[in-house]
């Protein structure tokens, strides 16, 4: 469904999951029914927030490590640095293709 965003499957997936009182993932396709419009919009869409959250995780592993041991100039220069050094990896892995 997700490699080739088919946006057809996600509703029968979601009833025959539901279906089955033993399925492991009954919890998770409930959820996903009570989402249904943003699944369906999720997979059929072009668009993807994954750099976004790349960047939050970034930022939120930074916050655990300092655990409140310096204020938000150190925290602030630490999530630039993180950023210009994916930045270089992200160039320096498109020209060596």
């Given at each position: 469904?997700?490699?080739?965003?088919?946006?057809?499957?996600?509703?029968?997936?979601?009833?025959?999951?539901?279906?089955?009182?033993?399925?492991?993932?009954?919890?998770?396709?409930?959820?996903?029914?009570?989402?249904?419009?943003?699944?369906?919009l999720g997979?059929?869409?072009?668009?993807?927030?994954?750099?976004?959250?790349?960047?939050?995780?970034?930022?939120k592993?930074?916050?655990?490590?300092?655990?409140?041991?310096?204020?938000?100039?150190?925290?602030?220069?630490?999530?630039?640095?993180?950023?210009?050094?994916?930045?270089?990896h992200r160039?320096?892995?498109?020209?060596?293709r």
């Open positions: 469904m997700m490699a080739t965003r088919s946006a057809s499957r996600p509703p029968e997936w979601i009833a025959t999951a539901r279906a089955d009182a033993n399925h492991g993932l009954r919890g998770f396709a409930d959820g996903l029914l009570a989402d249904r419009d943003a699944v369906i997979l059929s869409t072009e668009w993807s927030s994954g750099c976004v959250e790349g960047r939050v995780t970034d930022i592993l930074l916050k655990r490590q300092m655990a409140g041991r310096a204020g938000l100039p150190l925290l602030r220069k630490r999530v630039l640095l993180v950023a210009a050094d994916r930045r270089q160039v320096t892995n498109q020209t060596a």
